[in-house]
């Protein structure tokens, strides 16, 4: 591959280790050797094989999403963003899972494809992908040319619906163990793979779903294997009201006392902790809780946004000491545009403009989502991390004026300004174009999957109901 040099970049967010923190550089070079960053500063003066000009760019690093499911969530586009329960307290979750689900492997292959490319165009270079293990999982993502960390899901129980207020669980913790066994399995396996650019998560589905001794040995087998362990916790008021059933305390509350909140544990999403307003438990301890262990929380707003959903709030979560990832849960997976919403909503949510800034959401996305996948070689510009970076184009329309690049880029052009992207040293976008894989390809195949999904709909469904009626067009069809 040899050494690649952006020189005379107009602008770099670079890593400041001793403020651990981004900085603005000017006028800098930035330098890979392979896959590894050998040079982030003025005055490069070594071999290069390739140059690129680096003026009217900005170099920054590689996003780090730490929560997506790309298998699912693209053939839900047109179903889900305005699909909710009002006696579920919104979720449409629970509904739609039982009504729309059971993909098969074609949907996955082709709903991934559809996801990666999405990610790799908003300057994602790692990604979390939470879901069941399917064939060709495995060889779709490394061929995409992301860093991926593939996260097969497995559970004790799972939801069901006889009507639209009460959830259900059917337990069959045998099952749920050898699904354990078999994801263990599968990461194992990760590490041989030949791209050298897939490992695990360990992924017990959601908090509710799961025996205390399941996650107990979740969490014990990602620690043997030195791999970040992640949960679906606190994600929707019927879950916490059925662990309050349970247990007498919040799923947050249950987790610590089982000891499965540490430093290597990811909890996804977080929302309904007990000072929530749609919750207000007597107590007042689960952020305490949260941040005193160490734990990563993985915020990914747009889907809890679309229900009327808001976690209160990300500057508190900050302040109380959690270490805040980003994610895209849903399509589109847009990290600049999940960063944009996140900003606006942690505002509402603080009643406060200085709640958060954008470095706050730049550092989650970056070096948060790092941390919380236990590398500190990624998410950051930094001599000896990984060639994982973006060049964005300071001459794209909607970045102009680019007085501050970061502010344009977030707030203004997002995906657009995004010109090449390098994973690992390699190119896999360039000009915007994904070369890795075929979006429009995909997509085709994607719309057979969903017609395929929609038709299977009524023999799924609670009340047998069909696909349009469970969740309508936007508008009436004249
Ligand atoms: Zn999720």
Redesign the pocket.
């Known amino acids: 591959m040899g050494v690649t040099v952006v020189r005379n970049a107009d602008w770099a967010i670079a890593w400041d280790e001793a403020a651990k923190s981004h900085v603005y550089r000017r006028g800098i070079d930035v330098a890979f050797d392979g896959n590894t960053l050998t040079h982030v500063g003025s005055g490069y003066a070594g071999p290069a094989d390739r140059v690129i000009d680096g003026r009217q760019r900005m170099v920054m690093p590689g996003l780090v999403d730490i929560?997506s499911?790309p298998g699912h969530e693209p053939a839900y586009r047109g179903i889900r963003e305005e699909h909710g329960v009002p006696k579920m307290h919104m979720t449409g979750l629970f509904e739609r899972s039982q009504a729309y689900g059971a993909a098969d492997d074609a949907t996955r292959s082709a709903s991934a494809e559809v996801a990666c490319c999405e990610l790799l165009r908003s300057g994602v270079t790692s990604v979390v992908d939470?879901g069941p293990a399917w064939d060709g999982w495995a060889d779709l993502m490394a061929k995409s040319g992301l860093r991926a960390f593939l996260a097969p899901g497995f559970a004790s129980a799972r939801w069901k619906l006889e009507n639209d207020f009460e959830l259900q669980y059917e337990w069959d913790e045998n099952g749920g163990r050898k699904r354990f066994e078999a994801a263990l399995k599968f990461i194992d396996g990760l590490a041989k793979h030949p791209s050298g650019r897939l490992s695990g998560v360990v992924s017990p589905m959601q908090i509710d779903t799961c025996s205390a001794e399941l996650l107990r040995d979740g969490l014990a087998a990602a620690n043997d294997r030195k791999l970040p362990f992640t949960v679906?916790i606190a994600q929707g008021v019927t879950e916490v009201q059925e662990m309050l059933r349970r247990h007498g305390m919040t799923p947050i509350q249950w987790a610590a006392g089982i000891g499965i909140l540490g430093p290597t544990t990811i909890l996804?999403h977080a929302i309904f902790i007990d000072r929530h307003s749609w919750i207000r438990e007597s107590t007042d301890k689960d952020l305490g809780l949260i941040g005193g262990s160490g734990c990563t929380v993985a915020h990914c707003p747009t889907p809890f946004a679309r229900y009327g959903h808001l976690l209160e709030s990300f500057g508190g979560y900050l302040r109380a000491g959690v270490n805040m990832g980003m994610g895209t849960?849903t399509t589109p997976h847009n990290m600049l545009e999940e960063m944009r919403q996140a900003s606006s909503l942690a505002r509402i949510a603080a009643r406060d403009i200085h709640s958060v800034s954008i470095a706050d959401f730049l550092h989650a996305a970056t070096v948060g989502g790092a941390r919380a996948l236990l590398r500190d070689d990624l998410g950051r510009l930094a001599a000896g991390g990984k060639a994982d970076l973006v060049i964005v184009d300071l001459e794209c329309v909607d970045m102009q004026p680019a007085r501050d690049p970061l502010r344009s880029l977030v707030f203004h052009a997002a995906d657009r300004a995004v010109r090449d992207v390098y994973v690992d040293g390699r190119q896999v976008v360039s000009e915007g174009r994904v070369l890795t894989l075929d979006q429009a390809d995909a997509a085709g195949r994607l719309a057979e999957a969903q017609a395929r999904m929609m038709a299977a709909v009524p023999q799924r469904d609670f009340r047998g109901r069909s696909a349009d009626e469970i969740t309508p067009l936007s508008l009436r069809l004249g």
């Open positions: 929560h499911h939470i679906h996804g849960d």
